[in-house]
């Protein structure tokens, strides 16, 4: 394939993902961007693998045929409560590409077209130290965001005395070994470079809190689409260099729209700790000998048939119980008998930026039912209930009143301000950030304790027979 084929078939190969992510940025247009995406990217490998530079087609397709049979086991098995756990591994998956790619660049740099005179080039080094530190960074960091979303490490902040310091430390050292390596192309410096980037991964994720992590996520994003941008460099790849860009930029400014929503701020989601200001611990203690209301689906189903306006609020426990389906079903019912229902989605709801939105549409509930949180939050105050399916963090007062919960500034859905809260919940404990809810002892609030999915089948059985 000629030069200026192959640049045409790239720029247009780089429209289709801007397109694509146009077309993501609203639930009506999600799946034209989502095809869009998939046009460009067939596109973009056909194109490279028409490059007479090509050395071994077998590698090449022995390649796709496994990670692509690995990719469709995964897509076809995979549960939505486990999508931001996937996204954070394939996260980490682009940021190991980046470092294997810089590490052979390294070993072998006249196959990069890397050589000079005076041996690699500078800006090639400059290219190589950026994308193996930003790459191993987003390996490690994905690595831990996994770990906490998946339940292997705790969601609370693991902190200790000095960790800013260290951080710095690290920091500058990390710096400093990119110079280095700059200056003197050795292996010493290179793989100092990549050791510390692996280390400053683990410690920027590891003090942030679980309430917090669709934010990490967003941010790790962003680091994969740098990383990718980075092996474009290497690699003399133009499409690859746009397009990690694209993430990357697209990435960070959703990052900053969380932070600004949640009443956060975006150098901390960078520098690690984020949440943790203050040293804040979670709130606990003595709060379980509290007095709890609790009621029944027959109860709950009185309540609502007698409401003329009913606001839901989904959460993580709703994607954990599979209880979307069941969900829009009882708003259908209740619907037929005039009541106004509306579903209210908090920026960080479940585990990833969108996830509510998602399991949402999966069921197939109406766009126009679904609010965000600044659209919806004033109408709590003359909503007869709020229906709280599952979601503890963004719904706990405690935001708005303990300056010691590590969630405190974080805005939350207005729910106690309903006449009643029914709440559905397996059990008193803590949510994804360690701190107890405040709501559940309310006098307008209303416990329902059991399996999401099993309780709003009972409250749409109940309210068939009512």
Known sequence: ????????AYSIAAILFILALRGLSSPLTARQGNMFGMIGMALAILTTLAQPNVMSYGYILGGIVIGGAIGTVIALKIRMTALPQLVAAFHSLVGLAAVCVAVAAFNAPDSFHLLADYGIKIQSRIEMSLGVAIGAITFTGSVVAFGKLQGLITGKPLVFRGQHALNLLLGLSLVGCGGWFVVTPDMLPFALLIGLAFLIGFLLILPIGGADMPVVISMLNSYSGW??????FTLENNLLI???????ASGAILSYIMCKGMNRSIFNVILGGFGTEGGAAAAGGGASDKPVKSGSADDAAFIMKNARSVIIVPGYGMAVAQAQHALREMASVLKKDGIAVRYAIHPVAGRMPGHMNVLLAEANVPYEDVAELEEINRDFGQADVAFVIGANDVTNPAAKTNPQSPIYGMPILDVEKAKTVLFIKRSMATGYAGVENELFYRDN???????????????LSALEHL
């Open 242 to 248: 746009i397009t990690g860009a694209l993430v990357g």
């Open 445 to 459: 609030t209303m416990m329902l304790f059991g399996d999401a999915k099993k309780v709003t089948e009972e409250i």
């Open 1 to 8: 394939m000629s030069a200026n084929l192959t640049m045409l």
């Open 227 to 232: 990383a990718a941008s980075g092996i474009g």
